[in-house]
């Protein structure tokens, strides 16, 4: 913002000589309706901003320019008041220390703040000492911090209940506007606006307003957005389980996971079954006596059932009975020509015939 040209008046002097001259002039002249316009330098101006009340359509040859705070006319609201033959400035009771006067009138204020929004007169003297009025307005805004959410319940249960999500700080000259999902509120009757639109409520909550939600915050000089704010949702008799809810493509994926997990398993335990079945056939197998092999110049049985183990423990003992304590009458009975003999050394065969005789040990009878 460029000030107009020729000095500012600033200086602060005794006001009760120059300023009672001013308002004399103002008094003997009646008002007259002129060109005289003002702007605001800018419109709408930020907290700790400068603000130029710039005067359009100047008059000719003026004698004094007279500021008012205000729209009442006074001494006491008098800011500035500037005698052009002199150029000499003086400030009157609603001085702030900020304000700069220019040679055309126009008025300036820096860092402004929000007690500065209102209306400024002016009153300006030509040279037929006239009085000719204007007046300008400043508009001062907050600066807007940034927002959040804040939630009246944290524990929600679907299809129970309400929640209202109000925005946070509540400002003046502040509009307030809400998103869902990335986007404007959908139409709904479960959805409700406060007058002011700070506070959103939403009734009989469901799994499908989670959000996220977010608020805006405007001003005529600046707008700010909260973060995301995502409701916990809960569903089902014993308390449920919070949202956000699954997708149904995550819970395709998850059932395909444990599906493929149970035929993993299955696989893996029939590999395990069968390796432990081979096991214990290969054990019994090597437990299991063999036949004896045919020794030479003898046949073989023809009949596998028939052959005997070579050495059973269940007729050791009483072949060994037996032949030590054997009847010699079986003997004579087989041969009557044949001769008992008393002792037969271990080791003897006795052979009639095909049959053989083969004792472990034979004693005396």
């Avoid at 602060?12 to 308002?23: A, D, I, K, R, Y």
């Avoid at 008025?107 to 000719?132: E, P, R, T, W």
Wanted: proline letters at 9%; glycine letters at 8%; hydrophobic letters at 30%.
């Amino acid at each position: 913002m460029e000030p107009p040209s020729g000095p500012p008046h600033r200086e602060c002097t005794p006001w009760q000589g120059p300023l009672l001259t001013v308002s004399l002039l103002i008094f003997w002249s009646r008002p007259v309706t002129a060109q005289l316009t003002i702007e605001s330098v800018p419109a709408d101006a930020a907290e700790g901003s400068d603000v130029l009340l710039l005067v359009h359509s100047q008059l000719e040859n003026p004698r004094a320019y007279n500021w008012h705070k205000g729209e009442k006319e006074g001494p006491d609201h008098i800011i500035l008041s500037l005698v052009t033959d002199t150029q000499q400035a003086t400030p009157g009771p609603a001085h702030s220390g900020r304000e700069t006067l220019y040679p055309n009138g126009s008025l300036q204020l820096q860092n402004v703040n929000q007690n500065d929004s209102g209306i400024y007169m002016l009153l300006a003297i030509d040279g037929n000492f006239k009085v000719h009025k204007a007046s300008g307005q400043i508009r001062v805004y907050l600066a807007l911090p940034t927002p959040f959410i804040r939630s009246s319940t944290s524990d929600l249960v679907e299809g129970q209940g309400s929640v209202a999500l109000t925005c946070e700080p509540e400002t003046q000259n502040t509009t307030y506007q809400w998103s869902m999902n990335n986007q404007s509120l959908p139409d709904s009757a479960r959805l409700q606006l406060s007058l002011d639109y700070r506070t959103l409520t939403v009734h009989s909550v469901t799994r499908k307003d989670t959000g996220p939600y977010e608020c805006w915050t405007r001003n005529p000089v600046s707008a700010r957005r909260s973060d995301p704010f995502i409701l916990k949702v809960f569903y089902g008799t014993s308390g449920g389980v919070p949202g956000p809810f699954l997708s149904a493509g995550t819970i395709a994926g998850i059932v395909a996971g444990v599906l493929a997990g149970l035929v993993l398993t299955a696989v893996l335990g029939w590999f395990l079954l069968c390796r432990d079945s081979a096991g214990a056939r290969s054990q019994q197998d090597l437990r299991e006596p063999r036949p004896p092999a045919c020794p030479q110049g003898h046949g073989c049985p023809h009949n596998p059932n028939s052959m005997v183990p070579l050495h059973d423990s269940r007729t050791d003992i009483p072949i060994y009975e037996e032949l030590r304590n054997c009847d010699t009458n079986i003997y004579c009975r087989i041969n009557p020509k044949a001769e008992v003999t008393q002792y037969l050394p271990q080791g003897t065969w006795a052979a009639e015939g095909r049959g053989h005789v083969r004792p472990q040990s034979l004693g005396r009878s």
